[in-house]
């Protein structure tokens, strides 16, 4: 995790909510004073509303209110996802363990007893800012590195594990479902050569373009493989992974036989259009493809990558930049 840059009052916004007017002022004047950003509400549902609007880093609500009290609004921000990870501090009167428990139950991080002092009131404040802070950079660097356990270093796509997993899902839809299910296995032909005569750099330069243009292609077909026209291009329907060296594997859900073979030809036809330039020459980039469906009588998601990777040895025999199809049993 990165390093935290140092705490600055002004970096953060807090909310204060207290039915009584004086007790806000003297709120708002503390945190003013101190550096940070304020905003207020009256009430319970005022609180709700600018919760909504001002997106403040920390509450301070008071426990004791007509109408709705503390504890409601508490519960209220505590279910909604976008609102329960704000820390709350209560502020009350009361020094009842029944109501201190109520408010830590209902997931208030803190409360302060009134009437309070500055220093304790700023002290809890900073401790809790400072804890969802350094707790929001955790799950940040915590998604970081599942992207990067996740991903392929040189082509940004799924690596093999998880295209792997992705295909086992999918497997198991389709099975529990009765759903079509399709993959398509696409190699770079004579990829060695293009390694050893322009060098590994302009090979990695290959791997990239095909990925792009695959991906494109994906994007610019439904799921029933039928080139869209009318309609804006759609997100991307497939999943797109690097199995190592110059393979790949396209997860093609709700496609059958015949949309993914026609998925297929549009990018093995969009590769040998695009070439790689090298200097002054254009090289030309072809790519063999492999075409599988999802069988009742499949066991495995093995399976069915071993009947795309017989078509795509199929496709090589037959000659290189071309689709095979292999049928099912």
């Not at 254009?282 to 499949?298: A, C, L, Q, R």
């Amino acid at each position: 995790m990165k390093h935290l840059k140092p705490f600055q009052p002004e970096d953060f916004l807090i909310l204060a909510v207290d039915d009584l007017r004086k007790n806000l002022q003297l709120l708002i004047e503390i945190l003013d004073k101190f550096g940070y950003g304020t905003t207020f509400a009256l009430t319970g549902t005022q609180a709700l509303e600018r919760v909504k609007i001002a997106k403040p880093d920390l509450i301070l609500l008071d426990l004791m209110m007509p109408e709705m009290n503390g504890l409601e609004v508490c519960k209220i921000l505590k279910s909604d996802e976008i609102t329960q990870d704000i820390p709350i501090i209560f502020l009350t009167a009361s020094n009842e363990d029944n109501h201190l428990l109520q408010a830590f139950e209902s997931g208030a991080v803190d409360y302060v007893i009134k009437p309070f002092k500055s220093p304790e009131l700023l002290a809890r404040v900073k401790i809790h800012l400072e804890l969802k802070r350094t707790k929001d950079e955790l799950k940040k660097a915590y998604e970081e590195m599942k992207i990067i356990a996740s991903t392929d270093e040189l082509t940004g796509i799924a690596n093999r594990r998880t295209i792997f997993n992705i295909g086992q899902q999918e497997f198991e839809r389709s099975q529990r479902y009765n759903a079509h299910f399709s993959l398509l296995m696409i190699d770079i032909d004579y990829f060695k050569i293009i390694n050893d005569t322009y060098g590994h750099d302009i090979g990695d330069e290959a791997l990239k373009m095909v990925v792009n243009t695959t991906l494109q292609c994906l994007r610019k077909v439904d799921h029933l493989g039928r080139l869209e026209t009318q309609q804006e291009p759609s997100e991307k329907l497939g999943h797109l992974g690097r199995l190592g060296g110059e393979e790949f594997v396209v997860i093609l859900p709700e496609t059958p036989l015949e949309g993914a073979t026609l998925a297929a030809k549009r990018v093995c036809h969009a590769v040998s259009q695009q070439g790689l330039q090298i200097q002054d020459k254009t090289v030309k980039i072809t790519v063999s493809i492999g075409v599988s469906t999802f069988s009742h009588n499949d066991i495995r998601i093995d399976d069915v990558l071993k009947r795309a990777d017989l078509a795509l040895y199929e496709a090589k025999e037959k000659g290189r930049n071309q689709v095979a199809i292999m049928h099912n049993q």
